[in-house]
T-cell receptor, first 111, second 112 residues
Framework: QQQVKQSPQSLIVQKGGISIINCAYENTAFDYFPWYQQFPGKGPALLIAIRPDVSEKKEGRFTISFNKSAKQFSLHIMDSQPGDSATYFCAPGGSQGNLIFGKGTKLSVKP | DSGVTQTPKHLITATGQRVTLRCSPRSGDLSVYWYQQSLDQGLQFLIQYYNGEERAKGNILERFSAQQFPDLHSELNLSSLELGDSALYFC???????????FGPGTRLLVL
């Protein structure tokens, strides 16, 4: 079953542009909505996360938006930099803690 | 550096063999999670332990088993290995199930 759908699969953005990645989920029991960043050869690292009691959270250049009724959340990267080039995963989770990862979005930021 | 350590970094073995992957969680973390990352299946949750007890199971094959020891380190045992088991295996840890999961650097397994 595909509980989590992430789009796009890949994204090319110019330096200074805005990167937007979307995630749709089915399980209404999810109550934790993180985005993870993974560089080649490394483990995923938490970038930003949101709980369903708020609709938006901003940390520096990274913003997560959450739409509970649509069962969607998204990651916005403002002023994208070449160093942001990585694979990004949405990974919603429930009270037990295990995360359900999307298929990933490979972001390339061109200088 | 997440504070989660995994050994070995790389493992090459043959079909039918058995291997053990080891994970040491961050200091103070009680929960340990195992994930498998492959090109076709993506990142999949395998199993979770909390303070020595199994807490949740995901898409873990019967040929695979895990345990968490009293010192909180965990081992993932993979037996009767098949070519399709070749993947990156990640361990993650968190203080409780509701806290952020920190991932280790992974063990790359190649089954020939």
């Amino acid at each position: 079953q595909q509980q989590v759908k992430q789009s796009p699969q890949s994204l090319i953005v110019q330096k200074g542009g805005i990167s937007i990645i979307n995630c749709a989920y089915e399980n209404t029991a999810f109550d934790y909505f993180p985005w993870y960043q993974q560089f080649p050869g490394k483990g995923p690292a938490l970038l930003i996360a949101i709980r369903p009691d708020v609709s938006e959270k901003k940390e520096g250049r990274f913003t997560i938006s959450f739409n509970k009724s649509a069962k969607q959340f998204s990651l916005h990267i403002m002023d994208s930099q070449p160093g942001d080039s990585a694979t990004y995963f949405c990974a919603p989770g429930g009270s037990q803690g295990n995360l359900i990862f999307g298929k990933g979005t490979k972001l390339s930021v061109k200088p | 550096d997440s504070g989660v350590t995994q050994t070995p970094k790389h493992l090459i073995t043959a079909t039918g063999q058995r291997v053990t992957l080891r994970c040491s969680p961050r200091s103070g973390d009680l929960s340990v999670y195992w994930y498998q990352q492959s090109l076709d299946q993506g990142l999949q949750f395998l199993i979770q332990y909390y303070n020595g007890e199994e807490r949740a199971k995901g898409n873990i094959l019967e040929r695979f088993s895990a345990q968490q020891f009293p010192d909180l380190h965990s081992e993932l045992n993979l037996s009767s290995l098949e070519l399709g088991d070749s993947a990156l295996y990640f361990c993650a840890s968190s203080f409780t199930a509701e806290e952020t999961q920190y991932f280790g650097p992974g063990t790359r397994l190649l089954v020939l």
